[in-house]
């Protein structure tokens, strides 16, 4: 009964200021930084249940009605309370910080904005890339070494910290800095700062390519607009290749929201561009430091458990 009455209360107040948001964006003026910018410092959160592509129960709505979205959130929270607290698996609900409600943050039936609400299909040079990585995985023996290991299972990267900027299963807060030539995002999940330089500087050279591409901002009117460029064949964001574009934009609609979109491009996976969006809500609440103790402990008993079975098995 508590879970549905949150429920309720979070989506009666979702409906409300859903209805009122075109109107707020259109008058809302922005707190301002020293050099007149739109002033987004602060914490914030992504957290939500709203699924990333448009589930099939609801192939041609592109919002929930009100009943909708609150039988959907009830048995979203419903399914993540039903975890066991008691396994040390850090898939379950012990380990996530966002235990209480996280509700539906938009009543759109996806974060994906296309007009199904979901991304277009892989090309045939996506899906031939996606098959050679899948048997060069098959190939990996996980158990020689650390470095078989993903990257976020040793603590080094954590895909959603972006760009894109994603929800993720726990830790779904970031921290944004702001100067005059530069834009900060730190998220808690595996932070890792993100500086976006302002200056009207050039992206670097192509041979440089990271994890998390090499972003250029500039400002336009109140939206700041992010693009991000240079990623390498590690990222891999829902199959993408080194050669993807992704450009954000963060408009404030009020205080406490921020709204972010996203388009993403890459030809040599996707016949076309799509796009995405999700809120960003400000929390009172900082970022804490993200101790992995996957890294720290987990990996090196695990392999060191592996060589005693080898061992044993010589024997």
Not at 70 to 95: G, T, V
């Amino acid at each position: 009964m508590r879970t549905t009455r949150l429920v309720l209360f979070a989506i009666s107040a979702l409906v409300a200021a859903s209805g009122l948001a075109t109107q707020a964006q259109s008058k809302f003026n922005p707190p301002r930084t020293a050099d007149g910018k739109p002033d987004m410092q602060g914490y914030w959160t992504n957290a939500t249940y709203t699924p990333f592509e448009r589930p099939a129960e609801f192939k041609d709505q592109t919002t929930f009605t009100r009943e909708q979205a609150i039988e959907y959130a009830k048995r979203a929270q419903e399914r993540f309370l039903s975890q066991p607290d008691d396994d040390a698996h850090y898939d379950n609900s012990i380990w996530m910080t966002e235990k209480g409600l996280k509700g539906l943050t938009t009543l759109r039936t996806s974060i994906v904005s296309e007009p199904d609400g979901r991304m277009p299909p892989m090309n045939a040079e996506g899906r031939k890339r996606g098959e050679e990585r899948a048997a060069a995985r098959r190939k990996i023996d996980i158990m020689a070494s650390a470095q078989n290991r993903g990257i976020s299972e040793r603590c080094i990267y954590w895909a959603h910290e972006g760009p894109p900027l994603m929800p993720t299963g726990y830790n779904s807060n970031l921290r944004i800095v702001q100067a005059p030539d530069s834009f900060v995002i730190i998220p808690e999940m595996n932070p890792s700062a993100r500086v976006v330089p302002l200056d009207g500087r050039p992206h670097v050279g192509l041979p440089i390519r990271t994890l998390h591409g090499d972003s250029r901002g500039r400002w336009e009117g109140d939206t700041l607009v992010v693009e991000t460029t240079n990623f390498n064949e590690a990222t891999q964001f829902r199959g993408s290749s080194a050669a993807m574009k992704v450009t954000e934009r963060f408009t404030m609609l009020d205080r406490d929201t921020i709204q972010y979109r996203f388009t993403v491009e890459d030809p040599t996976t996707w016949a076309r561009s799509w796009s995405a969006e999700i809120p960003l809500n400000r929390t009172e609440d900082p970022i804490y430091e993200y101790a992995c103790h996957e890294g720290n402990y987990g990996l090196p008993n695990i392999l060191r458990a592996q060589r005693v079975a080898d061992a044993a098995a010589k024997k």
